[in-house]
C-alpha cells in the first residue's frame, strides 16, 4: 500500500521538531491519520506525541560513552547503525500502514551534504513505496547576512543534489525576521534565489568577505548555474502559513492527486499553476515588514478561475 510522508532536514535550531508539531496537529485537524517518527537520535525532549523513536534502537549518549565519540562521530555512528539494521524501521513502519508519516531528521549537515547512510535509508523507503518529499528548514534570519544567506544555498543546493527526493526549501521563524536587523532586498528576491550576483556588492561591505570577490562571485555562479534552489515562508504560529507549505508538500510528494480526501477545483488547479499563486507566497511577510504593493484575491467559479489585483495604499 502506498503511504505518503515528509522528512524533516535542516540544521540545528531551524525548527525542525517544532515544525513536526505544528504540521501534526494541523494534519489531525483535516482528518488525516498521521505518526511522527523521531530518527534524531540525539533528541532526548521530544515535544510532539512520537509513534516510531530511533532511540528504542540506539541512543546517542550510550554510543558516545562506550566508543568515547564526541556527539557529531557519535551521531554518524548512530545513523550508519539505523541503515545497517533497517528492518527494525521496516517493522515499525508496518505497525502504521494507513498513516501519513513525519519523519523527524537529525540537524547534523554533513547528513545530507556529503554523507551516504541517510540517502539511503531514503532510497530504501522509497523502494518500500512510501512517497516522500524532503522538507529542508533553514532559519529565515540568514537573509540578513548576505555572506550567510549565500552558504544557505550553497547548503539547500547540496542537500537537494544529495537527498535526491522531492524537494521543498523553507524559511522557517519568519515572524522573528525583523529581530535580526533589515533585509538588503525584498523578501521576494531571498525566496526566490533571484539573481544571487546582486549580494556580492553587500559582500563588498564586510571587510573580511570583501577579500574573496573572485570566490564570492564563483559561488554565486554555481547557485546561479543551477537555478534550483527557491523558498517557502513559514511561521509556525500562524495557521495560514503552515496550510500553505503543506500544499506546496502535498504537491511534491504527489498526496494532492490521491483520493484520500476530498478534492475541488481550486486545490487541484492551485497545485496544477504553482499553489496559491507567487505573490500569496510571502504576502504575510511583507505585511509584517510594511511593504504590501498590491493586493491578490481569487474567484473561483465552477468552470473558472479568475483575478483580481488592487493596489494598496500604506496608511489607507
Known sequence: MVAFGQVVIGPPGSGKSTYCTGIHDILVELGRKVVVVNLDPANDQLPYKCGIDVSDLISLSEVMDTLKLGPNGGLIYCIEYLEKNIDWLQTQLCKFKDHYLLFDCPGQVELYTH???????????????????????????????????????????????????????????????????????????????????????????????????????????VVDDYSLVSFNTLNIQDRDSILRVLKVVDKANGYVFGDAEKRDLYSLMSSAVGAEFEYLKTADVRERCGKLPVALSVNCDDHLISFQVRRVVQGA
Open 115 to 221: 554523507h551516504k547512510s541517510v540517502k539511503n535509508i531514503f532510497a530504501q523507503l522509497l523502494k518500500w513505496d512510501f512517497r516522500l518529499a524532503a522538507v529542508h528548514l533553514v532559519d529565515a534570519h540568514y537573509c540578513c547576512d548576505p555572506s550567510k544567506f549565500v552558504s544557505v544555498l550553497l547548503t539547500s543546493l547540496s542537500t537537494m543534489l544529495q537527498v535526491e527526493l522531492p524537494h521543498v526549501n523553507v524559511l522557517s521563524k519568519v515572524d522573528l525576521i525583523q529581530q535580526y536587523g533589515k533585509m538588503a532586498f525584498n523578501i521576494d528576491f531571498y525566496t526566490d534565489v533571484l539573481d544571487v550576483e546582486y549580494l556580492l556588492d553587500r559582500l563588498q561591505d564586510d571587510p573580511f568577505t570583501a577579500k574573496f570577490k573572485q570566490f564570492n562571485k564563483a559561488l554565486c555562479g
